[in-house]
């Protein structure tokens, strides 16, 4: 064992959030997606109801992240395609109305992170890791807590969830590349 390894065992990641829960800013925050149709062009979308727990440990191994998205509130900027996402075609938010992440895994260091966890839509559940940036932290000039930014961006393969089977690649692609725009405010000491 090397004496980096054996100092990262003795000292395990710290996050530079304080430790505490740290309530989501809803207003500042943004869960969007963009996903190829016919392989010529993005479409981009987002989720306008949405919630987070987040919960800073000592350690990041001991902190946890659970967020939870109503699959009814898409946005793609088109009514009509919104309806027919929210469809059996494609999400179907009748059987599978909320899709859940529950973290197992956060590691990193500075402002550079990655969290793995578990990703459920339906009764399917995938482990995906995104990867985790601290945009910073911030006091706010009206007063009341200090904001911390934080961006996640991954891929998830909607074939993995069984979503939209009847939509071959390139009609509808595969991949959809999700990002997390978070705004969350400190715990009070």
């Known amino acids: 064992m090397t004496s980096t390894t054996t100092d990262i065992a003795k000292h395990p990641a710290s996050l530079p959030l304080r430790a505490g829960v740290w309530e989501l800013d809803q207003a500042h925050s943004t ?3 963009t996903i190829r149709h016919l ?15 987040v919960v800073v440990a000592d350690t990041a191994a001991a902190s946890t992240v659970v967020a939870t998205v109503d699959l009814n509130s898409v946005d793609t900027g088109n009514n009509d395609r ?10 179907d938010v009748e059987t599978r109305p909320t899709m859940t992440f529950r973290s ?18 339906g009764d399917i559940t995938r482990s995906i890791t995104l990867d985790v940036e601290l945009g910073g932290i911030a006091d706010f000039p009206l007063g009341g807590p200090r ?11 909607r074939s993995d969830f069984g979503i939209a ?11 959809i590349k999700v990002e997390l725009d978070l705004e969350l405010l400190e715990p009070a000491s």
Do not use: Y
């Open 39 to 53: 392989g010529i062009a993005k479409v981009r979308g987002r989720f306008t109801d949405f919630g987070a727990d």
């Open 82 to 91: 919104d309806t027919h996402v929210r469809s059996a075609d494609l999400i």
């Open 165 to 175: 089977p009847s939509f071959p690649s390139p009609v509808l692609g595969d991949a």
């Open 31 to 33: 869960i969007s997606f």
């Open 104 to 121: 197992t895994e956060i590691a990193g260091a500075d402002d550079e992170w990655t969290m793995t966890g578990e990703l459920t839509i």
């Open 147 to 157: 904001h911390a930014g934080v961006t996640a961006t991954g891929e998830v393969r």
